[in-house]
């Protein structure tokens, strides 16, 4: 697909300024296109920019937005029609009142990043942009995204199937992240998705060779329960003493500060996050990045997140546990070490294991991998260049 000088619409909930995949797809297309962005924050003095409607009814704490959300997602729930469920859909999401904005019109490409927004991106071309593209980013399996709630599975899990139903086979092109996340909308959909891992660009970056007293390991993301940080905790107050753990952690504070208090070794420190521009740069100097993830989910069982890959371009060594998808890459590459179980002695035992021999030998497997796993190589899956 060649993209130059079109009409595009980049669709994403949460905040695209922040979010790798949309941000750095953004500022690819803002190259010779004009870009129109939606989503639930606008960028500061850029006209292209669109906030989403409604973002309190989606975040907000408060009793009367619960209250109403729960309402809206009941009337949805047993709802026989389909187009109902679409016009709550709009209000949940907040593009209602978006579908006839002046300038959402005439689009040569929308891409869509949430599934949530997708009945909006088919709107937008049967409405009045018939011939746009759409491509559909599908980051996660989410007809089972948070299967591990009751609340989800309620009130989501159907709903989010019948849009998968209804509009992925008719997309240009579906994207996802790993293997086993193709394999599923694959068998679910009958679709062929492409995998396009969620990799930064290039980064020419050195080999740490130097030897500390420390194994500086790191950690950096968004602070979800689901993910169980306090185990990475655990493994690293059980491992020998010349390990250090640094975490970079956004999101949930609540679950942020719970877990600042159980941490009992002075070698293990939450930090305040840094701008997604600056993460290989912080953590260029660390020497192991953790990417820990037991399979609570199915979601999380086919992970192959963004962290993963600026480990790789910011040449560390990774360890992980046995994840499928990880371990593909860590054994191809020789660029990590993974324990044998998805428990706490195992991660311990295969961390204990390490030597600075390894440590380098895994750091010089990363410096070959990102030659490969980069986003100038990804986005050739979708666009010609």
């Known amino acids: 697909m060649e993209v130059l000088s079109k009409k595009i619409l980049v669709a994403s909930l949460g905040d695209s300024n922040s979010d790798p995949r949309p941000k750095r797809l953004i500022e690819y297309l ?5 870009v129109y962005v939606l989503s639930d924050h606008s960028k500061v003095n850029d006209a292209n920019f669109y906030k989403l409607d409604f973002v309190q009814l989606r975040f907000g704490s408060s009793i009367i937005f619960k209250i109403i959300r729960l309402i809206l997602l009941i009337v949805r729930k047993f709802s026989f029609f389909d187009f109902f469920r679409d016009f709550i859909n709009g209000i949940l999401h907040g593009y209602i009142f978006k579908k006839n904005y002046p300038n959402m019109s005439n689009f040569d490409l929308i891409v869509c990043h ?3 927004l997708i009945d909006f991106a088919f709107h937008l071309k049967d409405k009045n942009s018939k ?5 559909f980013d599908a980051r996660e399996f989410y007809p089972k995204q948070f299967e591990d709630s009751f609340f989800f599975r309620l009130f989501h899990g159907k709903e989010r199937d019948r849009l998968c139903k209804k509009y992925l086979r008719r997309c240009e092109k579906v994207l996802t992240v790993s293997d086993g996340l193709c394999e599923a909308y694959r068998n679910s959909y009958s679709l062929k998705p492409v995998v396009m891992h969620s990799a930064p660009k290039f980064h020419e970056q050195e080999v740490n060779y130097q030897k500390n007293d420390f194994i500086r390991a790191v950690h950096h993301g968004v602070a979800n329960k689901n993910r169980q940080i306090e185990k990475m905790i655990k493994i690293f107050e059980k491992c020998e003493s010349r390990y250090s753990l640094d975490l970079f952690l956004t999101g949930n504070k ?6 600042s208090k159980i941490i009992k070794s002075e070698n293990i420190r939450i930090k305040d996050p840094v701008e997604l521009d600056q993460i ?12 820990y993830f037991e399979p609570k989910t199915f979601n999380l069982k086919h992970c192959l997140p963004n962290k993963f890959f600026e480990y790789i371009q910011s040449r560390l060594a990774i360890f992980s546990g046995p994840s499928e998808e990880m371990i593909k890459i860590i054994d191809e590459y020789n660029c990590g070490i993974y324990s044998k179980e998805f428990c706490i002695d195992s991660c311990v035992s295969a961390l204990n294991s390490l030597d600075f021999e390894k440590l ?14 980069n986003f100038e190589n ?4 979708i666009f010609n260049t």
Do not use: H, P, R
Request: aromatic share 8%; charged share 30%.
């Open 30 to 34: 803002k190259k010779g296109n004009e």
């Open 114 to 116: 949430d599934l949530s």
């Open 131 to 135: 011939t746009a593209k759409i491509i």
């Open 254 to 259: 609540e679950y942020i500060n719970s877990l």
């Open 280 to 291: 290989i740069q912080t953590i260029k100097n660390y020497d192991l990045g953790i990417c």
């Open 360 to 373: 380098i030998a895994f750091k010089e497997g990363s410096d070959n991998a990102a030659k490969k796993y």
């Open 378 to 381: 990804e986005i050739v899956k």
